[in-house]
């Protein structure tokens, strides 16, 4: 069978199960809608934690990334993982404790403020918003990729499936769905990774693949021969990278702190019973997490190779098949700028403008019958160009997998898409209803009337995020990455000094969030977006080195400095804030959810 | 005078302090030591074809979370047992 109709069948089968679920575990109340009924077992909100968590840019992008990043690539392995460990140890017990609904509740409640309220509701709409756009997007891609739809029309499947299972099952029905969607997308990620992994190095446990032998008989380590292999052609050797060493120090303080400071990740741990299960459900989702974490540098190593030795000096017209399947994608592409019909990779962007992306010449051919490249790079030999999304969907192409696996990996890429989206629209939806309805505008809204108003505030927040799915401005990839910088400036301070400093106060808290938060916009507008010159600054003009993905770390020690010396010249928190702070520490006596 | 509840309370966060900054001393060492600061140094010593600042960088630190959060389970859970905080 064809690698489409494969694809039909496994997603369809997926589809099917996910609309079922949601059918099966629909909210009755808003308590189901906002934290599932506060009885998830430990495990399977693990489950769902993880795949709250893994996002398109985990399951497709992440691996490509270091594959072209090598070892700076660990910033993003070290730091989407490390933060668990902060949330675990720092705030989730805490906030399980605590008893509300949502991340605003807690900040609002702990500083006795509408203010902080509402700072925190806007920075967990801004968060979200600016993270759930790229997820439409991915679904869109995917979609476009293996089912040879357009990309908008994709976009609006995901948007109806990802509306049915999260206006009528709310969290309840969003967590097992995603405990469906965690099954799947581990098992697609995996299966193509242990066939590569034996193929190379014989070794079929991936973790230990990309540290053993190739699998020719020559004893080299797969490792030297890749640092070997990138020297060889220019590049910086994998195993070392080219980031500076502060900048790698920054960026992974800053997604670590982001990550713990995520709402939809947050909000996860008001689900379980008690205390005790969401510490243990912390560690089950980073296990379950890590399965895919540490696979993925092992699959950017076989992939590397792979492309290197498949395409390096081979001349045109003998390369695989897959080599022009993806050119016809324009995710690949090739311009022959020394005539000599052979392919040469080295360092450099073979191409200029575009942002460093291929425009291709429509139906015109080449001299070798390759597609046709207009804005070619004289400045440097390198003639090839290599999307790094390719690096996963390929990889089953490159290594000759059936077709059912290459299909699989499209259904593993949905699953990471909508399961992310899920999980952001009820923290969007529920910052609308309750934390800006209920707790602000109007106290005296029915049960009924609370559900109703957090059902329209789902709808309109898919039908906003599928405007910026189909329509992406251009700021939103370059903003998605930036989220945890401003879940970093932002909640991580205010949440950890509630917890851990009795006398923190609402005056410092909020000082902190949006001083901390406008830090982070600023210099994003800066050096990210360029919006404040006619050009984007070079990166030698960053403070220190910093890269604004760096720049959350230092906004939030910014946040953390700010709270403490405002708070240091203001009055202590009232006595019941203090005695709430002193509840929160103790962890028996952990009521449900309430209001 | 402090209430016997609060003292005991105030003893139990007092332990919990310590296991937190024991934890979190590891978590720091294994990722922004090992895989970032000294990993020039490590990559000097070999672990089958991994240099071990890369393969900390990489592959170590995640493992370690992993552990130091079930560490933290269990040590949290004999906490809650000894100050009688378990049942609910």
Known sequence: MSVQIWTYILVGITFALYIGIAIWSRANSTKEFYVAGGGVSPLANGMATAADWMSAASFISMAGIIAFDGYDGAVYLMGWTGGYVLLALLLAPYLRKFGKFTVPDFIGDRYYSKTARSVAVFCALLVSFTYVAGQMRGVGIVFSRFLEVDINTGVLIGMIIVLFYAVLGGMKGITYTQVAQYCVLIFAFMVPAIFISIQMTGNPIPQLGFGDTVADGSGIYLLDKLDGLSTELGFSSYTDGSKSKLDVFTITLALMVGTAGLPHVIVRFFTVKRVKDARKSAGYALLLIAILYTTAPAVAVFAKTNLIESVQNKEYKDLPKWFKNWEDTELLGWVDKNGDGRVQYTKGHAVVGNKNKPIFEVDQRGTYGERMIINMNNANENELFVDRDIMVLANPEIANLPNWVIALVAAGGLAAALSTAAGLLLVISSSVSHDLIKKIIKPTISEKGELIAARISAIAAVCVAGYFGINPPGFVAAVVALAFGLAAASFFPAIVLGIFYKRMNKEGAIAGMVIGIICMLLYMIKYKLGWFDEVLPPSDQWWFGISPEGFGAVAMVINFTVSLVVCKFTAAPPKDVQEIVENIRIPSGASEATH | ?88
């Open chain 2, 1 to 88: 005078m402090m209430s016997e509840q609060r003292k005991k309370a105030k003893a139990y966060w007092k332990e919990n302090v310590k296991y937190l900054s024991i934890l979190l001393i590891i978590w720091f060492a294994v990722s922004y030591g090992a895989g970032i600061l000294f990993k020039d140094l490590l990559d000097g010593i070999r672990l089958g074809g991994f240099k071990l600042g890369f393969w900390f960088a990489q592959q170590g630190s995640i493992y370690v979370f992993v552990i130091l959060i079930f560490v933290y389970v269990r040590l949290m859970n004999k906490l809650d047992k000894k100050y009688g905080y378990d049942k609910n």
